[in-house]
């Protein structure tokens, strides 16, 4: 039912005084839905439909990655849905709010202040007990403990990678939005033993936070990974000229689109870091994807 086999390939003109640059094609996983929420749903939708589950609540922003691949799943599998959004400091029918609205009803947003997002679990869960239908609360980015073993299948996915290709990564890189999936590449490949440095790019929250969302997810903190932080364009969901510029870079030299939210901020700073710190061996950087939030950006 759900492919989650993604190829590699080696990236033109990245660095290769010492390392040699791969690209994950997450990205390609699937059309309307970015390669780390199809891993994610391929767990979480068998178990919301073995649960009798009819009702889905829906937690994200109107632009949100997350929203959009959770309504066609929920369409598919007929469910109700509830979306709490959090409201924007304007809003444009434009990116992924616009595809969203061809799957979601008015009158099935609820629209969250920004002074009361952080009160939005609180909220989404008091509409849950008013349902006359078994619900369930979807988090952030899917961030809920039934989509940690389609998570981890990133990390299998990578060792098929490696047997095909004939040699193993010595270095990995992941962005971070809830840090859920950056979680489950961690958990997963300790699980197997691999021995790749991974290099989470906190594009949303700190390390101490990442750090506490290990421990709750995955009961542990592994010694497998080291944080960064964007060292452009820093704020959450902000784009300057700079990842503008990354963008169309990727399109006109490596053949690849890449939204300015996640992947060209991953692109830019896997770059940056591996220049800088003069990374040996192999390296891959994991497109997930977001496509479908490019058209939401002017990138002249």
Not at 145 to 174: K, R
Not at 264 to 292: C, M, P
Request: proline share 3%; aromatic share 10%.
């Amino acid at each position: 039912m759900w492919n989650l086999s993604s190829r590699v390939h080696r990236l033109n003109h990245f660095p290769d005084a010492g390392v040699n640059c791969f690209v994950k094609r997450d990205d390609e996983l699937g059309c309307g839905i970015s390669g780390s929420k199809l891993r994610k749903y391929a767990s979480l939708f068998p178990y919301l439909i073995e649960q009798g589950i009819q009702h889905l609540i829906i937690i994200a922003g109107p632009q949100s990655n997350n929203l959009l691949a959770a309504l066609q799943l929920a369409r598919e599998f007929q469910l109700k849905v509830t979306a709490f959004l959090i409201e924007p400091w304007k809003l444009e029918l434009q990116g992924n709010y616009k595809l969203s609205r061809l799957f979601l009803e008015e009158h099935e947003i609820v629209w969250v202040s920004r002074d009361q997002w952080q009160n939005v679990n609180e909220l989404a869960h008091t509409h849950l007990l008013t349902l006359k239908e078994p619900g369930f609360v979807l988090q952030e980015g899917a961030s809920v403990p039934e989509a940690m073993s389609g998570a981890i299948s990133l990390a299998n996915d990578i060792m098929i990678n490696e047997q095909t290709l004939g040699f193993s990564f010595q270095h990995i890189f992941i962005d971070s939005g809830t840090g859920f999936s950056a979680s489950a590449l961690i958990k997963g490949l300790t699980q197997l033993n691999h021995r790749a440095q991974v290099y989470v790019v906190l594009l949303a929250e700190n390390e101490l936070i990442f750090r506490n969302k290990l421990t709750q997810w995955l009961g542990f903190i592994p010694q497998n990974f080291i944080c960064l932080y964007p060292t452009t364009a820093r704020a959450f969901g902000s784009v300057n000229q700079t990842i503008k510029n990354e963008v169309k870079r990727m399109a006109r030299e490596e053949g690849i689109l890449a939204d300015p939210i996640y992947a060209a901020k991953l692109f830019y700073e896997a770059r940056k870091y591996i220049n800088t710190h003069q990374l040996k061996g192999n390296a891959l950087i994991i497109h997930s994807g977001g496509t479908l939030t490019m058209p939401g950006f002017s990138y002249q």
